[in-house]
């Protein structure tokens, strides 16, 4: 008997610019071309060309879903010109993905911008969350009919913390202030997509589409557990990183006092929430003026002795994500692991860190929790953003110089617990 719920979503994710190779026209390409990445992506996994082939190993290891996100440089190459060949192309891979049976959970962002919006100001300028929303207007017109889960934006704080408080990612700022416009904005896309990709695909297509975000999720410990100081800005810390945005969504209020008190055209513009979750920061207070008051993250030896680490240095931490699920259920709103996973030299990592979390997410539902999908980060070996290609997320090796994909052993046994539901 399976331990997960009937018709539970099995799968794995990609994005546009991690895998597809050759996105010259976006952000990213840019900055890799500026030097300010590991490496360029160039053609990464060359999954444009083969998505098929891609899909078929994923239909081989019994996914019955797949995540993958629209590059929206390539299919808006211009402000206000879609571009029909582009267009067909993604019709054509939810196409395939719908004839060999796997769901197709369409990411709109992930992440990476068209030049022209890029160079326009990105998400600072007050009119990005509609310039987006008509690029999504457009893309539920034409894909309504194909698509019933949507991801309007992949992991939006993690774009305004990277770009804009880091200067790690384009465009390589470090403004708190800005930052958080940033992420007014983006909770405004987000609220815009949703009504009118509802209002299309009911009009057009007399669906109801279900829409959702990725939201990044991390469990915050204090550094010091006696330390009332590194408490408080842990609990702080934890709340404006996983709370924050959805809080605002749900209620239709950004509210930060003296900053931000803005309303929202409706509430609880969500059908289902996305959790991206990979692993625990301790955090240490190092003031009291903003934004200081979000600690800072320890890397002290002492924490780093506790449990694993991956390849990237996180600390791997189970129960973080059924401490997030819990967490979330709080917003009474069905919930998928949109990403979960682990970059390893050491296949056997993996195949470790997957039932371990899957534990998990079974512990959640067997409390009650309405997880309805688990989705592995990611499918094949990628180009790892400001890391290049060094960190291995995949359940398929990628060798980058002949494009040749080989099936991990984790692979095979994600593909056994994908197919009985069974975690012994
Ligand atoms: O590769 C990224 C992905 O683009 C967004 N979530 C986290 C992954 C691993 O860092």
Redesign the pocket.
Known sequence: MSDFPKNFLWGA?T?SH?VEGGNKLNDWWEWEMQGKAKEPSGEACEHYKRFKEDFDLAKGLNHNCHRFSLEWSRLEPEQGKIDEKEMAHYKEVILTLRELGLEPIVTIN??SIPLWFYRSGAWEQPDSPHIFSDFVEKMAEELGGLVDYWITL??PL?YAYQGYIMGKWPPGKSDFYLSLKVIKNLIFAHVFSYEKIHLITRQRYSKIPRIGL?K?TIVFSPCNEKSLKDRFSTALRHNMANHFFIKSIMTGKIFIPGIFNEILPVKRAFDFIGV?Y?SRDFVRNIGFSAPKILGEVCTLLHHREIGKRNF?DWEIYPEGLYVILKEFARYKLPLIIT?N?I?AEDDNERANFILAHLKEVKRAIDEGIPVFGYIY??LLD?F??D?GFS?R?GLIEVDYKTQERKIRNSAIEYARVCKTGNLK
């Open positions: 994710a994005s991690q992930h992440f992949n992991e993690v990725s990044h991206n990979y990237l990403e996973g970059c980060w990611s990628n790892e953003w890391k960190p997320f």
